[in-house]
């Protein structure tokens, strides 16, 4: 196996799709992980196995985040490539009484963590990538941030804003030799999954969270921008964009479907 990642990083690495993201680059490419997660406990015990590094931090907390990606540079080693998969699904909880129900506080704690953890680590690997020939920045948002999520508008606003900053990153850096990778999945078998509402992203069936991590290494080592690992969702964007009405009003009914039969249980 060629070592082809250096050094990785993995927010969220300690759980669900970051845990085997962890363990599919340690197996496969990077010279070494660092499980960053705000779990200390699970991400020191998932670093042991996998001999690697565990940093405890939340991501959402710009300048301990900041000062967690100065320390690595500088006692671990410059960081080639950048896995940015921590997320929360936050927002699900009224959504048919008003889709803009949640408060500041859930919009804004969603914001930090589903957007703006991309852009404060980009803001300082992104320079150092440059100077040192390049690096690797893989995004985990979700087929939400291409497709919208029904039952909260909280995590498909915040997924399409990752979508929008993952575009924009490899747009302004791919000439300088910036890599970048977004992953869309729908449903993966994750706590995360487990504690949403049943919805229209299990439809085309519950991935596991290794089959996530292989796809993303199959991806990178494709060269794709856009990675997507339940096939259908390329059909989906497809049709959204061919016909945004008719898809607006086909998502509609779902809402309206899945929303209701929750409501039954
Ligand atoms: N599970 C799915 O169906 C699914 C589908 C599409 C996209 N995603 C995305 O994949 C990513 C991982 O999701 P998952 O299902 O593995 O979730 P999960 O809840 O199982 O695990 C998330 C991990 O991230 C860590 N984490 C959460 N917030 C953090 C913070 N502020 N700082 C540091 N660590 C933090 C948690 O401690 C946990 O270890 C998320 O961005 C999620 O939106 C998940």
């Known amino acids: 196996m060629t070592k082809r990642f250096g050094l990785t990083v993995i927010?969220?690495?300690?759980?669900?799709?970051?845990?085997?993201?962890?363990?599919?680059?340690?197996?496969?490419?990077?010279?070494q992980v660092v499980v960053l997660?705000?779990?200390?406990?699970?991400?020191?015990?998932?670093?042991?196995?996998?001999?690697?590094?565990?940093?405890?931090?939340d991501v959402s907390d710009g300048s301990a985040f900041a000062q967690a990606l100065e320390t690595i540079e500088d006692d671990i080693g410059p960081i080639s490539t950048f896995v940015s998969n921590a997320g929360v699904a936050w927002g699900f909880e009224a959504p048919l009484d008003n889709a803009a129900y949640a408060s500041d506080e859930i919009w804004n704690k969603s914001w930090e963590i589903n957007v703006?953890?991309?852009?404060?680590?980009?803001r300082i690997l992104v320079p150092r990538m440059i100077a040192r020939g390049g690096g690797t920045f893989v995004q985990i948002a979700s087929a939400a941030g291409l497709l919208n999520q029904i039952g909260s508008a909280v995590y498909g606003t915040t997924k399409h804003a990752a979508v929008g900053f993952a575009e924009n990153l490899a747009i302004s850096h791919g000439a300088q030799g910036i890599r970048v990778a977004l992953v869309c999945p729908q449903g993966v078998d994750t706590a995360l999954l487990s504690s949403i509402p049943v919805g229209p992203e299990r439809g085309d069936g519950v991935l596991t969270a290794e089959a996530v991590a292989l796809a993303t290494i199959?991806?990178?080592?494709?060269?794709?921008?856009?990675?997507?690992?339940?096939?259908?969702?390329?059909?989906?964007?497809?049709?959204?964009?061919?016909?945004?009405?008719?898809?607006?009003?086909?998502?509609?009914?779902?809402?309206?479907?899945?929303?209701?039969?929750?409501?039954?249980?």
């Open 218 to 265: 199959s991806g990178l080592d494709e060269g794709r921008f856009l990675i997507l690992p339940h096939e259908g969702v390329h059909e989906y964007v497809r049709q959204k964009a061919e016909n945004t009405d008719r898809w607006i009003r086909g998502m509609g009914r779902l809402a309206q479907r899945f929303v209701s039969n929750d409501s039954e249980k």
């Open 11 to 31: 927010t969220g690495g300690a759980q669900g799709i970051g845990r085997a993201l962890s363990q599919a680059f340690a197996a496969d490419g990077a010279t």
């Open 116 to 122: 703006l953890a991309h852009v404060r680590a980009a």
């Open 37 to 57: 997660d705000r779990d200390g406990d699970k991400a020191t015990a998932l670093a042991e196995q996998l001999q690697g590094r565990a940093v405890a931090v």
